[in-house]
C-alpha cells in the first residue's frame, strides 16, 4: 500500500506491507529499508509524534476501505496496528 502525506513542509510517499494480526486488525510495516528509511526520516525532520503518524495512516486506509478503522493502541508488533471498527461495521449492515 503506497501511502502519500505531508509533515511540515515537506511531502513523502511510503511504501507499506499490510498484515493481518492476530486481533483481527492490520498492521502496516514499511515494505523495505528503503521505505522504513523514508518513514524514519519523515518522522524525525517533522519532529512528528507517533500519534499524527497513526492518524495520517488511519485515513488513508479508511479512504481505500471505506470503513472505519481506530489505531490499535495494544498492539505490540513491528509497526503501526490497527482494528475495525466493529459498531461502525455493524450499523453499516443494517
Given at each position: 500500500m503506497n501511502i502519500k502525506f505531508?509533515?511540515?513542509s515537506n511531502r513523502f510517499e511510503v511504501n507499506f506491507k499490510v498484515i493481518p494480526t492476530n486481533s483481527n486488525g492490520l498492521a502496516l510495516m514499511a515494505k523495505d529499508s528503503k521505505n522504513l528509511d523514508i518513514l524514519q526520516n519523515a518522522i524525525s525532520d517533522a519532529?512528528?509524534?507517533a500519534h499524527l503518524i497513526n492518524s495520517v495512516l488511519q485515513k488513508s486506509i479508511e479512504q481505500k476501505?471505506?470503513?472505519p478503522i481506530e489505531v490499535d493502541n495494544g498492539y505490540n508488533g513491528a509497526g503501526y496496528g490497527f482494528k475495525f471498527?466493529?459498531?461502525s461495521v455493524a450499523q453499516m449492515l443494517k
Open positions: 505531508k509533515l511540515g519532529n512528528a509524534p476501505l471505506k470503513l471498527d466493529m459498531h
